[in-house]
């Protein structure tokens, strides 16, 4: 099978192009679609919700690049013609979808890109970059205007994409045409065609629809009275006041061959929404930051950060992000751990002390060194035990 389109033929590099964006897009789709729906209300739940979203946005940003790379391709192909350009309506319908298919693949998973930047916390991407994106600002404004884009623009994605499995199970079932088989491995018999008439209304459709897509995102993002992000699972934390930390220490202690060993990280931050008297179980979020290669664990520094523990020169960060919840009258941080690029679920209990607009905060918890792959060559505790005791105190200071 020839890898480059002719005029009558996809090669094969459109279609496994075809077939892979497919696989993403309808695996997106629906994800998305749970994972808004997903419940939130016990500590499992939460933990799903996050898990879901992760994957979804791990996915969507997945197919946002192999759009890009397909689009690029596209761009030096020959466009097989219509197997039936008589039909006039029905091939400018196709070529209109097929125009707003290109564009929502970018447009798409761009809008929940920059809408999960521009939003403080919850469910990482689990791609070692892209949790903040440049020149996109953290903030509850920015992040509804790209939620309004995305919610909108998917719903565009979604009407092309019935559109045009109907157009293709049409051909396939109603014609009996090749049009289905040709986008389909191998090569088979073309009919010879009547020249394609080529014309702009398809593309210029598809731009006008695009744009009251747009309209449409702005007004419902611009909405002041919409609803906070669900995905970020903090609906009532968005405006809860934000601290800043002014001091603290993050410490690790592991026991390696029946002994403790006590260090820490000289670098991460920390940013907290938390309001102690927000009605409900929910008062905030918090989303973590740390330089791994920071860490001082005293002789065995280098040894942690080396590729068998930590692999700082491969995950030079580690991140977490969760909600605050209050706790048997203390509070919970509940949420998301990645290490290593590996995430697990990690629930943070502390107290915290507020006088004025000074906070202070202490907690405790011990992981599992195995949920993140650290020290896998040693598969049991006798070199090292599986517990990771890690403790955090700070002291942050009510913004304005
Ligand atoms: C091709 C890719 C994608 C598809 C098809 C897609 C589809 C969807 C769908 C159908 C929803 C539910 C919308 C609703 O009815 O409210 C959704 C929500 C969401 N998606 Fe995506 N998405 C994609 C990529 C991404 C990416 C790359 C990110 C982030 C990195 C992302 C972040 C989100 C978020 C945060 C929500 C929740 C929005 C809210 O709560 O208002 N999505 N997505
Ligand atoms: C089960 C699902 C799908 C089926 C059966 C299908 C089938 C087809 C067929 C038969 C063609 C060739 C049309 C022709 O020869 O004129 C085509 C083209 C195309 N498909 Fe799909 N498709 C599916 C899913 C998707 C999805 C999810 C997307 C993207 C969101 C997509 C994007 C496109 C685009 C952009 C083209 C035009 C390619 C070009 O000529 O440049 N398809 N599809």
Do not use: C
Not at 31 to 44: C, K, R, Y
Not at 178 to 193: F, K
Not at 314 to 332: D, F, H, Q, V
Not at 384 to 395: D, E, G, K, Y
């Amino acid at each position: 099978m020839p890898l480059g389109n002719t005029a009558t033929r996809y090669g094969g590099v459109a279609k496994t192009f075809h077939w892979l964006t497919a696989l993403l897009i309808l695996t997106a789709l629906p994800l998305g679609v749970i994972a808004n729906g997903a419940p939130f209300e016990t500590d499992a739940e939460i933990a799903r919700k996050i898990w879901l979203f992760s994957l979804h946005k791990t996915v969507g940003v997945t197919a946002f690049f192999v759009a890009l790379a397909r689009i690029a391709w596209a761009l030096t192909q020959p466009k097989p013609a219509a197997l039936h350009p008589d039909r006039r309506f029905e091939t400018r319908l196709a070529e209109t979808v097929h125009w707003l298919l290109y564009a929502s693949l970018v447009l798409v998973p761009l809008s929940g890109w920059l809408h999960h930047a521009a939003a403080t916390g919850f469910a990482p991407i689990w791609w070692p970059f892209g949790q903040t994106l440049p020149f996109v600002p953290q903030s509850a404004a920015v992040a509804n205007f790209f939620a309004g884009l995305h919610f909108v623009f998917t719903k565009v994605l979604a009407a092309s994409v019935i559109l045009h499995i109907a157009g293709a199970l049409k051909h396939a079932l109603v014609d009996k045409d090749a049009t289905l088989r040709r986008m389909l491995p191998g090569t088979v018999a073309i009919p010879d065609t009547p020249p394609p008439q080529s014309s702009r209304t398809p593309i210029l459709t598809a731009a006008a629809l695009y744009l009251v897509a747009l309209a449409l995102g702005t007004l419902i993002g611009l909405q002041a009275d919409r609803p906070p992000a669900s995905s970020d699972a903090a609906q009532s934390t968005q405006t809860a006041p934000r601290w800043i930390v002014e001091t603290g220490t993050l410490e690790v202690a592991i026991m390696p061959q029946g002994g403790t060993l006590s260090g820490g990280f000289g670098s991460w931050s920390a940013d907290i929404t938390f309001d102690p008297d927000a009605p409900g179980d929910r008062v905030g979020q918090v989303f973590v930051t740390v330089l791994v290669p920071s860490l001082g664990l005293g002789t065995v520094t280098a040894q942690a950060l080396g590729p068998d523990f930590l692999d700082a020169a491969l995950y030079p960060t580690a991140e977490y992000s969760a909600e605050i919840l209050r706790a048997n009258g203390a509070y919970a941080a509940s949420g998301t751990l990645t290490v290593k690029g590996k995430s697990a679920p990690a629930t943070l209990p502390f107290t915290v002390e507020i006088d004025g607009d000074i906070a202070t905060l202490l907690g405790e918890t011990v992981l599992d060194r195995r949920s993140f792959g650290i020290g896998d060559g040693y598969a049991d505790e006798s070199t090292l035990a599986f517990p990771v005791t890690v403790r955090i105190s700070l002291t942050a200071r009510r913004d304005g």
